[in-house]
Every structure is written in structure tokens, then in C-alpha cells.
């Protein structure tokens, strides 16, 4: 309360002073555009709300250069303010500049998670696609053998044939089953990384 009540004073102290900043002479000298632009960057709607501390310095500036009196504290005035509102801008444009970082940043996590469950998604059809060709080449491989026992003198190389379609699929399976666990992993670390 009593901050706001210091606050009111010191406000209406310096009513004359920004009342005289704003005369023909004092926008000789420059104040009115530094005025127009703190009110520009307070009016903006995407900048007004930033960089509250620069811009507090800046209209803190503007005030000092408008119960500034002679013509070297007038500069000296003028030249804070120009260099506290210039920094209050490029306060507000990096904030505003973060802000987009900060929301690409979001919808890139969000992507990469989505891509992973997508990759995870084609590990497990891939897998599944394995399995039933595995199983359907195991059935015919057990026909065939059957067949070859019949036909003892192709048996041997029958089963050679055989041995290696089902260690080759078997191997191919195994992959894709490592590879859906690594990806499972991965969602998974995206997933906790994003909750941290």
C-alpha cells in the first residue's frame, strides 16, 4: 500500500515535468518521437508485456528528461532515455524472439515423439509381418521335409535348404524385435524427457 501511495506521489511530482516534455520544445529536442516510441512498445500487443524491468527503466528515463532543466542535463537526459528505450526494444523483441524458440521447441519434442510412436508402430507391423512369414515358411519348410524323407535321395539337401530360409528368417525376426525394443526405449525417454 505504501509503495502504491509513492508511487501516485512521485507521479504526480513529475506531471509538470512530462506535461513541459511534451511542449513545442521539448519535441525540438527529440523527447516527443523517445515518447512515441515508449508508447508504441507499451501499446504493442505482443511486446507490451515483456521486458517489464527495461521498460520501467525507460519510462523512468522519459521521466528524468522531462524534469530535466538546462541543455547539458536536457542531453544527458535524452541520451539515457534513447539508450534505456533502445535496450527496453530489444529486451521485448528477445523475449518475443524466446517465446518462438520456446513454441517451436514444444512442436519439434511434439514431432519427434509422434515420429517415434509412428516408427514403433511400423517396428511392431513389420515384426508381426515377420512372425507370419516365419510361421507360414516353417510349414511349408516342414512339408518339403516331409516330402524329402519320402524322397530319400534329395533329403539332405532339402533339409540344408531349409535350415538356412528358417536361420535367415529367424535372424530377420530377431532384428525386428530389437529394433521395436529400441524404439519402445526411445518413445519412452522422449515421453520422460518431455515430462521433465
Same mark, same amino acid.
Given at each position: 500500500?505504501?509503495?502504491?501511495?509513492?508511487?501516485?506521489?512521485?507521479?504526480?511530482?513529475?506531471?509538470?515535468?512530462?506535461?513541459?516534455?511534451?511542449?513545442?520544445? @521539448?519535441?525540438?529536442?527529440?523527447?516527443?518521437?523517445?515518447?512515441?516510441?515508449? *508508447?508504441?512498445?507499451?501499446?504493442?500487443?505482443?511486446?507490451?508485456?515483456?521486458?517489464?524491468?527495461?521498460?520501467?527503466?525507460?519510462? #523512468? %528515463?522519459?521521466? @528524468?528528461?522531462?524534469?530535466?532543466?538546462?541543455?547539458?542535463?536536457?542531453? /544527458?537526459?535524452?541520451?539515457?532515455?534513447?539508450?534505456?528505450?533502445?535496450? %527496453?526494444?530489444?529486451?521485448? /523483441?528477445?523475449?518475443?524472439?524466446?517465446?518462438?524458440?520456446?513454441?517451436?521447441?514444444?512442436?519439434?519434442? /511434439?514431432?519427434?515423439?509422434? %515420429?517415434?510412436?509412428?516408427?514403433?508402430?511400423?517396428?511392431?507391423?513389420?515384426?508381426?509381418?515377420?512372425?507370419? #512369414?516365419?510361421?507360414?515358411?516353417?510349414?511349408?519348410?516342414? *512339408?518339403?521335409?516331409?516330402?524329402?524323407?519320402?524322397?530319400?535321395?534329395?533329403? #539332405?539337401?532339402?533339409?540344408?535348404?531349409?535350415?538356412?530360409?528358417?536361420? @535367415?528368417? =529367424? =535372424?530377420?525376426?530377431?532384428?525386428?524385435?530389437?529394433?521395436?525394443?529400441?524404439?519402445?526405449?526411445?518413445?519412452?525417454?522422449?515421453?520422460?524427457?518431455?515430462? /521433465?
Amino acid at each position: 500500500m505504501i509503495g502504491r501511495l509513492s508511487a501516485a506521489a512521485l507521479a504526480l511530482l513529475l506531471l509538470p515535468g512530462i506535461a513541459q516534455a511534451q511542449s513545442p520544445r @521539448a519535441a525540438d529536442d527529440g523527447s516527443a518521437a523517445l515518447e512515441a516510441r515508449f *508508447r508504441a512498445l507499451e501499446a504493442d500487443p505482443e511486446r507490451g508485456g515483456l521486458a517489464a524491468y527495461e521498460r520501467l527503466r525507460a519510462r #523512468q %528515463a522519459l521521466e @528524468a528528461l522531462a524534469a530535466a532543466r538546462g541543455a547539458q542535463a536536457r542531453a /544527458d537526459a535524452r541520451q539515457v532515455a534513447e539508450w534505456r528505450l533502445a535496450t %527496453a526494444e530489444i529486451a521485448a /523483441d528477445t523475449a518475443l524472439a524466446q517465446r518462438e524458440i520456446d513454441r517451436l521447441e514444444r512442436e519439434r519434442s /511434439d514431432l519427434l515423439v509422434e %515420429a517415434s510412436r509412428q516408427d514403433a508402430a511400423r517396428a511392431r507391423a513389420e515384426a508381426e509381418r515377420l512372425r507370419i #512369414q516365419a510361421r507360414i515358411q516353417a510349414e511349408e519348410a516342414e *512339408r518339403l521335409r516331409l516330402e524329402a524323407e519320402i524322397e530319400s535321395g534329395a533329403r #539332405q539337401r532339402a533339409e540344408g535348404v531349409l535350415d538356412d530360409v528358417a536361420r @535367415a528368417q =529367424a =535372424a530377420r525376426l530377431k532384428a525386428a524385435r530389437e529394433r521395436e525394443a529400441e524404439l519402445k526405449r526411445q518413445e519412452a525417454e522422449l515421453l520422460k524427457s518431455l515430462e /521433465d
